[in-house]
């Protein structure tokens, strides 16, 4: 990882009264997400989550506020991910810190709860794995900010690169981030693995993957600060001032009902329109559509 040099910022890292003092000047929290996924035999699996973190620490360091633990479980095996999962992986097991759409979803609420009682006002949820969860993310949050008065800003590394940056998976785009963040956690060598039986076979390496550079790296991670930093600016000095009681485990229930009661539009639960089916003797068959009353 490469923060610059500077304040903590890490909750886990402060001290009460280095806490207080920085939510007082700033009372903004970053929740960076992300997932142990394959990224080929090249790259770490914990690609996702390295991105997301240096892009929260970062912001915090240049707009204030606070970067809390990093939540490394997120939505897989649902919904489209099932063929892209059969296409790309296969019948090996993936080694994923994946979790269904309702559990990360319930979750989220709670850490949204975490955070208002802790004195937050504006809430950045900063996604590396993405595809279409951050959408049910923001359905989230936005049923959340019915109830309570508070921001909650929720994005994707590669919507931040949008129109600069073409986003992909364990390719030109992603690899190249890596291999700027920790060039130790990427051997394109590791390739030759992909030929051993057992070893999973390509793991969803992309086929640009060869394009990769640390310098390109370097240009998606500082553009895609850039425009977070922008938006953070932007969100803080829109801040709500209202005094918050105490969100209780009730009051959470009660968006979360309402936030169950669509689940039947959460993009994680179904397959992309035209995508094609999963075969019925694939493993992943049992996840292509996804229902949270089950």
Not at 137 to 154: D, G, I, K, S
Request: net charge negative.
């Amino acid at each position: 990882m490469k923060p610059n040099i500077g304040p903590k910022v890490l909750w886990s890292e402060l001290l009460p009264y280095e806490f207080r003092a920085r939510l007082a000047e700033c009372p903004t929290v970053y929740l960076p997400l992300g997932i142990c996924e394959p990224h080929g035999q090249v790259s770490a699996f914990g690609l996702d989550t390295f991105k997301a973190e240096w892009l929260c620490i970062e912001a915090a360091r240049r707009t204030g506020g606070i970067v809390a633990p990093s939540m490394g479980y997120h939505i897989h095996e649902a919904g489209y991910h099932a063929r892209w999962l059969e296409e790309e992986v296969g019948e090996t097991d993936p080694l994923l810190t994946g979790i269904p759409p309702a559990v990360m979803i319930h979750l989220l609420l709670y850490q949204l709860r975490s955070f208002v009682n802790a004195g937050f006002r504006t809430i950045v949820v900063v996604s590396g794995h993405s595809g279409g969860n951050q959408a049910d993310l923001r359905q989230a949050a936005a049923a959340f900010t019915e109830h309570v008065p508070v921001t909650v800003w929720v994005r994707s590394d590669p919507e931040l690169a949008d129109g600069l940056y073409t986003g992909d998976h364990a390719g030109k785009y992603e690899l190249s981030q890596l291999m700027y963040l920790r060039p130790e956690l990427v051997d394109m060598e590791a390739r030759a693995w992909g030929n051993v039986p057992g070893s999973g076979g390509k793991m969803a390496l992309g086929d640009d993957a060869d394009e990769a550079t640390p310098e390109l790296g370097q240009s998606i991670m500082n553009a895609c600060l850039d425009r977070l930093c922008a938006a953070v600016c932007s969100l803080n000095k829109a801040q709500h001032s209202k005094t918050i009681p105490p969100l209780t485990y009730g009051i959470i229930e009660e968006i979360w009902r309402r936030v169950l009661s669509g689940s039947e539009t959460w993009v994680t639960a179904r397959p992309w329109p035209n995508q094609k089916p999963v075969s019925a003797h694939s493993r992943w068959k049992t996840y292509e559509c996804y229902r949270a009353d089950r």
